[in-house]
């Protein structure tokens, strides 16, 4: 148990990253976060968290003296650029910074998309045969990252996610979209309707890195419900919430063929006694409210929001 110890966080302006801030100064753990030269900082300082670096060079004497000196334990790798090669350029560096400044563990961000063939109860085990060009960039990380850690005697651990979501500026995510057109009034493009899928909270994801790093894990953990949600399901939930009625087009009822995924969690469940607090259904009901009342929340509301979920 090391949590009076520093952890350094890269991308922690980012969807996973910033998540992880937020735990980290609810539980009053040391981080400094690393980001871009160009980023933009401000979700950060709204939670009061100023120790921040920016730098597109992880590996400038300065920033490893400056790091050296907090005497950093751990090394969590949350960093993504759009562009590949940068990609695999900032995680080598990414781990020649964390052996400098004498980290004794690193951990990258991986994706359920490194499966490639999508099942229900996918376990750590399974053979990865990619079939999206981030899945097979986040597979390939994985390998690099493995055999280079394990040449300097770096503790390695992949947590591997299934689809990540929040109420924290995600318009990415599906059900997110689906919400604010209903809400405008709109009409969303439905799709997808006969897939199950596996949700995971981005704060649950923060709370499980914290724990795997407090307990110095080794190897791969999948991160997710373990519970494959209809998407049918989910709309007609949402629908309801906004008093409507989901009515779908003919092209979008022709196959009762339902394809589902999700991840095995019984191996971190047994490292680390971890399971997910927040259920989809919570998250789902959480964004309804608030795009149906326009009532976005400030960081220490959304954080208080979540952390009732959880008890």
Partial sequence: MFMGKRIIVTGANGFIGSHLITEFIETNTPSTGIVKTTSNVEILKKIKFYN???TDNYLEPSIIRQLSISRP?????????????TNYKKTLQAIELAKAINCKGF???GTYEEYGKLIKGLQESQICTPKTDFGNIKYALYL???SICKSLNLKYAHVRLSIPYSMRDNDNFYFTKIIKSISKGEQPDIKN???????????DIARAIISLVE?????????????????KVLLNMIYEKFGKELKIKAENNASNNLEEFSLDNTKIYNKIVWKPSI??????????????????????????RIRNLCK
Wanted: with cysteine.
């Fill in 279 to 304: 259920s989809i259904w919570d998250g789902i009901s959480l964004l309804v409210h608030e795009n149906k009342f326009n009532t976005k929340p400030s960081l220490e509301e959304f954080t208080d």
């Fill in 193 to 203: 309707l006969y897939s199950a899928n596996d949700y995971i909270h981005a704060s």
């Fill in 144 to 146: 690099m990252c493995k």
């Fill in 215 to 231: 307990n110095q894990a080794e190897g791969i953990f999948n991160l997710g419900s373990a519970e494959p949600i209809a998407t």
């Fill in 107 to 109: 951990m990258t961000i």
């Fill in 73 to 85: 334990e751990y090394f969590v790798h949350c960093a993504w650029d759009n562009n590949y090669v």
């Fill in 52 to 54: 921040i670096i920016k």
